[in-house]
DNA sequence: ACATTTCATACTAATTTACTATGTTATCTC
DNA sequence: GAGATAACATAGTAAATTAGTATGAAATGT
């Protein structure tokens, strides 16, 4: 029951957009310079989170990326989500079926567990956290 | 973010447990078969069970394992911390110093989430949930 | 043209997870 | 006391996941 680094290395360089001046975008290599984050992994997280509009980028020279929404709109569930990072358990998959033909009390409590832990991560925005600085 | 299958095992085995008759002891191969489990799996886990008193064992023939606790004192989080599952970042743990000598609010923010995690597992106790049954 | 930067895919080393295998020790029943 | 049963203990292992790296293409500002 860990928080991914791709999580959190996604919540350390949205903190740093969020700080940045709003007008120019910040590119992956100024924001891992400051971060002491892995370039090329950023890459790729970032281009997961644009495809959920938490960033947007602008291309080429002088390009980089922007907050696509306000940080008190910004969750850790977002970007958990966008990360693809759910919860849920590792036996009682939707898919796997393991308590076929079963009453399976434990689905309903995963569920139960789930519901809470997204509304309890959407109430952590990045306003919240870059409050700390 | 997911429940391993440690834990749903382990919570599976400890409710078989609870719904048998307290009187005499479950043995492992029994546990499995109703509720079909590994059974050298099962073993390894109700041995750490055992040294967190969640269960106590009877040695030898006609032995097997009882709670060691009441259902109302067991708790998710409980079963977690047995088997060394405990909430935290994977980046920022306590003797990686990722942020060395940086002001790092992160350690805060995952601390501050892991105490709700925590209390919010140690709310769920074992007798809410064989009450689904 | 050229430097910069995002975009996209493929690969890989290390770690973790979810087990299995093998053998030992303790206790009950006959 | 012999044998069956079941916990105890450690080692090994296959598959999956994680946390990256490598390589190259496409877009844009100067």
């Keep these: ?5 791709q999580t959190e290395y996604a919540l350390r360089a949205l903190a740093a957009l969020a700080l940045a001046e709003h007008e120019k975008p910040l590119s992956i ?6 971060q002491k984050l892995p370039p090329k992994y950023i890459e790729q997280i970032f ?12 291309h080429g020279s002088k390009g980089g990326y922007k907050l696509g929404k306000d940080i008190s709109e910004i969750s850790l569930r977002d970007i958990m ?3 693809g990072e759910n919860f849920g358990s590792s036996v009682c998959k939707s898919n ?4 076929i033909g079963l009453p399976c009390i434990y689905e309903s409590l995963w569920d139960e567990i789930g519901k ?16 700390k600085y």
Tied chains: 1, 2.
């Excluded at 281009?47 to 602008?58: A, D, F, W, Y």
């Excluded at 796997?96 to 308590?99: G, P």
Aim: charged residues 20%; positive net charge.
């Design 29 to 34: 290599s100024e924001i891992c310079k400051t």
């Design 96 to 99: 796997t079926n393991y308590c």
């Design 81 to 83: 989500a966008s990360l």
């Design 1 to 5: 029951m860990q928080i991914s680094s």
């Design 47 to 58: 281009r997961k989170l644009k495809k959920t509009g938490l960033v947007i980028s602008i």
């Design 116 to 131: 809470h832990l997204n509304s309890y991560f959407d109430s952590i925005k990045l306003d919240y956290i870059i409050s």
